[in-house]
DNA sequence: AAAATAATTTAAAACATATTAAACAATGGA
DNA sequence: TCCATTGTTTAATATGTTTTAAATTATTTT
């Protein structure tokens, strides 16, 4: 592979490390973004040298996520893998989901400690609201995603 | 420890864990949060039932965050801890100095990108040029930092 | 100043996650 | 249909992180 492909898949890499994303996901990830055509686990194997295990399973997360797509070519009947390429749609998606996903989390829990009666305790029922006031932030937040989402995406 | 503030600690840390954070970070700050008066790290450990390295550890983590903060108090010399109740702030502000630290690192390598003589390759090029697009948004983002972060935690 | 208590640092252990290698399943071409 | 190739699953290995226990350092009390 090109040098200058090389290191910029290698920062991306470790760029999406950072951000706890695995390694591999990253540098399939980021070679399918700058490749200009397709191309098949096996490929993508031999390129970052990388077990076939491997990239299968994080080719999935990478598909469950919608970061990269199967596509099929005439002649070939096996999938070839390739990047969507609106990084930024990727990452506020997966935000989304992720509050959601807490959000759903930990409602139900803080119901529980508001009819809890240990009102005695003046401090602890102060910190029940403070949160609660925190989450209605970001409910609210979430139902504007979509606003908020298009104007930073377009 | 009451029992409800427990359930509590137990759901915002594995919430924490969730965003990768490490478990004991995660019960101290809560801890703390919920607590009406500040801790020493002996009695955190002990309510914590956590090793007194480890909460030393994580406290100084909790520190650089600006998540907790030392206090003295008349008649004891050592310090106490309370949290930072803004947690938005908090947040944000870790998400700024995230953000800046990882611009940093990848911005003289797409320069490099760009300088490079791989003109031929007119899909790299473009690519190149969408990741440039992306980085000036987001430093916009960041150079409009202070302004949405009071829109939001005020 | 010495003893007691508290906090930090460190090396080792426990634990968790990522990666591989090998077995298995599916697909395509002869 | 059988063989060759590709992809998936799994158990094990390797790697990385968190936590502890013990040694060290610092602080307070007597």
């Known amino acids: 592979m090109e040098k200058t492909k090389e290191k910029l898949i290698e920062a991306a890499t470790n760029l999406g490390e950072g ?7 990253c540098q ?6 700058l490749s200009d055509h397709p191309l098949s686990p096996t490929e993508i194997g031999k390129i970052l040298g ?7 399973i994080n080719l999935r ?21 390739t990047a969507n390429e609106n990084i930024e749609e990727i990452v506020l998606n997966k935000l989304k989901t992720g509050i959601e996903k807490r ?9 529980l400690a508001k009819e809890n ?6 401090n602890f029922s102060e910190k029940i ?3 609660e006031k925190l989450l209605s932030k970001i409910e609210f937040f979430l139902g504007n995603f979509e606003t908020i989402k298009s104007l930073i995406t377009k």
């Open 28 to 33: 399939i990830y980021a070679l399918l973004y």
């Open 103 to 111: 959000l759903k989390y930990i409602k139900p829990i803080i119901s």
């Open 61 to 81: 997360t990478l598909e469950q996520w919608d970061a990269v797509k199967k596509i099929w070519r005439k002649g070939y009947s096996r999938a070839l893998y």
């Open 129 to 131: 609201n403070q949160i």
């Open 19 to 25: 951000i706890g994303l695995n390694r591999a996901v």
């Open 50 to 56: 990388m077990s076939k295990g491997n990239v299968s």
């Open 117 to 122: 009666p240990s009102h005695s305790d003046e």
